[in-house]
């Protein structure tokens, strides 16, 4: 199941384009990037490697991926979501990316997980149009986690091409 799971998550996020390079790969222990929007909120359990909601109601999660610009590269950054619950639950997640103009900009995404199965959520330079790169380091997103998932880790890529 592993070894599934990793081939997936590298299919899904983290391949570049024919005409890209990966210069630089960060991925995290979604416990140590991210924390409860509520802080001592006991709806979410955290250990070493993810946070999971335990509770029978949603909960709200903040993460704060490494994001190298320095290489004028694309970058890309995201989480893997699982589902413990024996029916699909819908994520929705919030990035707020500083482009460097007059505040930040904010793109929602939404995945479905099915029972016991994993989801890739994903924000990418190319989200913010023409003529707009992501500023140094200024990039995060807030989840809210219905009951039953689990925020494995978070990663983040910068690619350098077209």
């Known amino acids: 199941m592993k070894a599934i799971y990793i ?8 391949t570049a384009q024919a005409s890209e390079t990966i ?3 960060h ?11 509520k802080p001592g909120d006991a ?4 250990n070493a490697l993810w946070v999971q909601n335990i509770s029978q109601e949603s909960a709200q999660v903040a993460c704060s991926p490494l994001i190298d610009t320095s290489s004028n590269g694309t970058t890309k950054f995201g989480g893997v979501i699982n589902n413990t619950q024996n029916s699909n ?7 707020a990316i500083n482009t460097g103009g007059s505040g930040p900009i904010y ?4 995945v479905i997980v099915g029972y016991k199965e994993h989801a890739v959520i994903t924000w990418s330079a190319s989200d913010l149009g023409a003529n707009r790169t ?9 989840c ?11 990663w983040s890529q910068s690619v350098h091409g077209s």
């Open 134 to 142: 992501l500023v140094g380091g200024q990039a995060g997103f807030t």
């Open 43 to 46: 709806r979410l359990r955290l």
């Open 7 to 14: 081939a997936l998550l590298a299919i899904l996020c983290c």
């Open 89 to 95: 639950r819908t994520v929705t997640c919030v990035a």
């Open 23 to 25: 210069i630089g790969d």
């Open 144 to 154: 809210t986690m219905p009951p039953g998932t689990t925020l494995q880790y978070i």
């Open 27 to 37: 991925n995290q222990s979604a416990a140590g990037a991210c924390q409860s929007v």
């Open 107 to 110: 793109i929602t995404r939404s």
